[in-house]
């Protein structure tokens, strides 16, 4: 069976920035399952696992356009610190969901604080960075009908409702 949409694929990876640093890695044992097609990972990771067949061992390469975008520095912002009055122990590192256009939300993450601003920055913390992976497909099955409503796989490495 082919990677294609709408199969739920199982696989190992880990993910290293272009120094060579792990970034994120799936578990020993427990797969990362998605369901191909329905944007659950990134485009340049999906569209080179397309066509691959269990036991296929990829390594990809992809560029921020295909991942989680270019930084934007318009995304970083610095505000009145007494808009977050209300937080006894705001520190760097925190995140907050914030309206943003067309009813949509973003997540700032806190990236400095002082007395008079704290320092948000929109961009995923993975923007502008080339992305390594090294991947091993695992399985690949037919999504149930349910899944694909849900866009997302149920079950072991998946989600339960």
Known sequence: MLVAKDKV?????????SDGQILDQSEAGQPLSYLHGAG???E??????EGKVADDEVQV??????????????????????????IEDLAVGMQFRVNAEDDEFLVVTVVDVNDEEVTVDGNHQLAGVTLHFDVKVREI??????????????GPGGHEH
Request: proline letters at 5%; aromatic letters at 6%.
């Open 61 to 86: 390469i992809v560029e921020p356009s295909d991942g989680y975008g270019e930084f934007e520095e318009e995304l970083r912002q610095q505000v009145p610190r007494s808009e977050f009055a209300d």
């Open 141 to 154: 099955r037919d999504a149930t009908e349910e899944e694909i409503e849900h866009g997302h796989p149920h």
């Open 40 to 42: 659950m990972i990134i």
């Open 9 to 17: 694929v199982a696989i190992d990876y880990t993910l290293k920035d």
């Open 44 to 49: 340049g990771l999906e569209a080179a696992l």
